[in-house]
């Protein structure tokens, strides 16, 4: 009973007194950390996933041993160390070099979810497995002035996707506007990625992708759409452009991948199952995901109170835009088995750029832009908040802090990345993955 009692008071003691004085350093510590014992409240804030603290049934235990255990890798390490492990997998060095650009760009803005963890089960998995052709062959399908469909014939989706979105740069820059779709790619990674390559030219990009069935329609509960971001990216006359890169669901099941590796709950209502219920456990989430018995919620939420038929419906625009005009796969022909087999996944893409000069003077324009983004976060204030944000904002301000120091791997990433040194061939970089 003695012992019981003990135990009893080491866990009251932790909870009480200690737990909150590690927050509170913490807190002073790192400003960018958010704090919350209401894990309801939390959301993809960019500033930095693995310096986020979740204090929800004792999984903060789970986030000091990774953060303790943790490691920083700088992105000029992250990104030769990818690079290097997509030519060893068979990719051609300067498709290599894309492919591990998109991928970092991702860590550089704070975009956890599609950055490192995802070199190895999304993209050098699928390659050695077939799904993912290395040599990556663009076929033109059909062109017209402003116009184009491309043929990916399986390749690299970040390989297939810059060239998309210059072939339409290059098409906008001399009629004003161009607009080039996709068929049997795969993974693009990150979807801001491709705006920002027209923001640098003083145009706006658009971009949206289909991707595996794993969102449910309203008042359903089978996965059969993507997860479909739609990102914009528009130049302003600020130091960043406006940049939105959502998926047009709650969540994306990246950061399902995310929280189940850090042994993190969702939040409810994120996920349902069969039975229309929610799900939070995420290592069970992933494993319903694709046996059929889970589905993410849209946009907005499950049903109708929280509008969430407007985020199925922007949802449905993406998997029509990105199928429908290159004739490609879309639904459940994107899940990735045939049969019972593994096959490719067969996404597709739509990317558009516009030519702000075949409107306007460039520099009004970005001036406009600029002032309605000073004017947003210049007003009133909900209380209790310090300010207001705009979309891209807090990506920069992501980069700016963190962009001389790198990212924060998890002691399960480290390990990842230290088998894939082996897997590889790549002894030479096995020492930055080593736990400090």
């Known amino acids: 009973m003695d012992t019981k009692v003990a135990i009893i008071s080491s866990i009251i003691i932790l909870k009480l007194l200690i737990l909150p004085l590690i927050l509170e350093v913490m807190r002073n510590a790192y400003p960018q950390i958010i704090v919350t014992e209401d894990y309801q409240s939390f959301h993809r804030a960019n500033t930095h996933p693995e ?7 004792c999984r903060i235990v789970n986030y000091f041993r ?10 000029p390490i992250l990104e030769e160390f990818s690079k290097k492990a997509f030519i060893q997998a068979g990719v051609p060095a300067s498709d290599a070099t894309i492919a591990a650009d998109v991928l970092v760009k991702a860590n550089y803005f704070g975009f956890e979810s599609h950055g490192a963890n995802r070199l190895k089960p999304i993209y050098l998995n699928r390659i050695k497995e077939g799904i993912i052709l290395p040599i990556t062959q663009v076929s033109v399908v059909r062109e017209g002035p402003t116009t184009a469909v491309l043929d990916g014939n399986n390749g690299m989706g970040q390989v297939i996707s810059v060239r998309a979105m210059n072939l339409a ?26 705006p920002l390559m027209a923001t640098e030219k003083n145009m706006i990009g658009i971009t949206g992708t289909n991707a595996r069935p794993s969102v449910a329609p309203t008042f359903g509960v089978e996965a059969m759409l993507g997860t479909n971001p739609l990102t914009f990216g528009i130049p302003s006359d600020e130091a960043f452009p406006f940049l939105l890169d959502c998926a047009t669901s709650i969540i994306q099941r990246g950061k399902v991948e995310l929280l189940a590796r850090k042994e993190l709950p969702l939040a409810e209502g994120w996920v349902i199952n069969n039975r229309g219920e929610s799900q939070t456990c995420s ?25 969430g038929y407007k985020g199925y419906g922007y949802a449905t625009v993406v998997e029509i835009l990105s199928s429908a005009l290159q004739q490609g796969a879309f639904l459940n022909m994107l899940s990735g088995i045939s049969n019972g087999n593994k096959v490719p996944y067969a996404l597709g893409h739509f990317f558009i750029a516009i030519d702000v000069s075949a409107f306007t003077e460039p520099e009004m324009f970005k001036k406009t832009v600029g002032q309605i983004l000073r004017e947003l976060r210049a007003s009133r204030k909900s209380p209790g908040q310090e300010r ?39 002894p030479e970089f096995e020492s930055h993955f080593e736990l400090p």
């Not at 310096?51 to 049934?57: K, Q």
């Not at 004003?176 to 801001?192: E, I, K, L, Q, T």
């Not at 319903?288 to 509008?307: H, I, K, S």
């Open 66 to 75: 990774s953060f303790m255990s943790g490691k920083i890798i700088p992105f």
């Open 51 to 57: 310096l986020s603290v979740f204090v929800t049934n």
């Open 388 to 426: 207001i944000y705009t979309a891209g904002e807090k990506e920069y301000y992501f980069w700016k802090k963190h962009k001389d120091t790198g990212v924060v791997f998890g002691e399960s990433l480290l390990a990842e990345f230290r088998g894939i040194c082996r897997d590889y061939n790549l």
């Open 169 to 194: 740069i290059d098409k906008a820059a001399k009629y004003g506007m161009g607009m080039v779709v996709v068929r049997n790619s795969n993974h693009y990674g990150f979807a801001g990625y491709y």
């Open 283 to 307: 290592q069970s989430v992933l494993k319903d995901l694709v046996n059929g018995q889970a589905a993410l919620t849209p946009l907005g939420g499950f049903g109708e109170e929280m509008a």
